[in-house]
């Protein structure tokens, strides 16, 4: 008995100094990524870092975080709380606040959920590189600075590491009963019948980075190279649209590539594109027959045609819509 006892005190004094010692190292960690961040050209910091949770967990608290730069936009909350079991370390849950702000270039959105987590998953190498995130949450809103609103009544996101490239995250997101901002359904109130609610949205991608997503990314930087998309849907009524196609980056950072687009019951994208202001009003008319005459039954509720992003600009057949989205912001 007496030897039993003196085992089990040894292994609790060996147990309290590996979590105590884990502990000031997560302390130190999270202390010297902040700084990396700022010495890599970002802005970065908090106003506090504790860890709790003795003996089972580490419980990483970090007071008003916030990241960021002046090209991209960055990030802020009152508070983030980081988890991970003491005997599996590597994998991690971050509880996010009701609000928090995203910085993005010329605006500022507000994220608000009743409940919003994420986790994190990394391989036990020496480098850390991502195995796996999500992201899951009810209730999600988005507030714009610029005056828009979205809200999402169940928002889930994943990715997963590829087993055959070290460099290509598998994304998967699904959105379900999706409110558009107030002033694009009033524009499209008055020209479809659409209703208010999109029913869902599901995406299943592939997204292929510059350097791996390991603890040296602040120095390397990496930058989104390829999107892979195998399929997305959004179905909103009678509105289906799925797509499929890769993009990748060009020499200035814009997206080029081909999206094959299948629509069904595709006359209610015109109204869908003047409400979201991509195309004017009185050019709607032209828009709706140059799709008469791509999808070549006018009758016909299923039309397929080509997104085609390339030389900086996009166009949807030979319709042109504007400039092609950035995938990678030039730093200066």
């Known amino acids: 008995m007496r030897r039993m006892l003196i085992a089990v005190l ?9 979590w105590f010692g884990v502990a000031r190292l997560l302390e130190r960690g999270a202390g010297g990524w902040f700084t990396a961040q700022t010495e890599a050209g970002m802005m970065a910091g908090h106003d506090g870092l504790r860890v709790t949770g003795f003996p089972l967990r580490f419980d990483l608290t970090v007071t008003r ?6 090209a991209t936009g960055g990030w802020s909350a009152p508070e983030a709380r980081v988890s991970a079991r003491a005997w599996m370390p590597w994998r991690v849950t971050l509880d996010l606040p009701e609000q928090q702000v995203v910085a993005l270039p010329g605006q500022e959105v507000t994220l608000s959920s009743s409940a919003l987590t994420a986790s994190l998953s990394v391989s036990p190498q020496t480098s850390l590189p991502l195995a796996e995130m999500g992201l899951s949450g009810n209730g999600v809103s988005l507030l714009s600075s610029q005056g828009w609103t979205v809200a999402i009544a169940r928002l889930s996101a994943n990715t997963l ?3 055959d490239d070290p460099l ?3 994304l998967q997101i699904e959105a379900t ?14 020209r479809s019948p659409l209703p208010e609610l999109i029913d869902g949205l599901r995406l299943d991608a592939a997204l292929t980075f510059s350097t791996p997503l390991d603890r040296t990314a602040a120095q390397t930087q990496p930058h989104l190279t390829a999107l892979t998309l195998r399929d997305a849907t959004v179905t909103w009524g009678d509105l289906v649209l799925t797509a499929s196609g890769v993009l990748t980056t060009d020499a200035n950072g814009l997206a080029e590539g081909r999206i094959a687009l299948r629509l069904t019951t595709w006359r209610e994208l015109v109204p869908v594109l ?7 009003p009185e050019v709607a008319p032209t828009v709706t027959r140059a799709l008469e005459v791509m999808a070549k039954d006018p009758s016909a509720k299923v039309l397929e045609v080509p997104l085609v992003m390339a030389e900086g600009w996009m166009r949807l057949g030979p319709i042109p819509l504007g400039p092609a989205p950035v995938m990678l912001v030039q730093r200066q």
């Not at 040894?10 to 590996?18: E, N, P, Q, R, T």
């Not at 975080?65 to 002046?70: E, K, N």
């Not at 009963?177 to 008055?190: K, M, V, W």
């Open 10 to 18: 040894v292994l609790m004094a060996l147990w309290s100094g590996y």
């Open 65 to 70: 975080p916030h990241l960021g730069d002046t």
């Open 161 to 163: 590491r590829s087993a």
């Open 168 to 170: 290509t995250h598998d």
């Open 177 to 190: 009963s999706i409110t558009p901002d107030d002033g694009f359904r009033s524009r499209l109130a008055t």
């Open 274 to 280: 003047v409400a979201a202001q991509l195309i004017k």
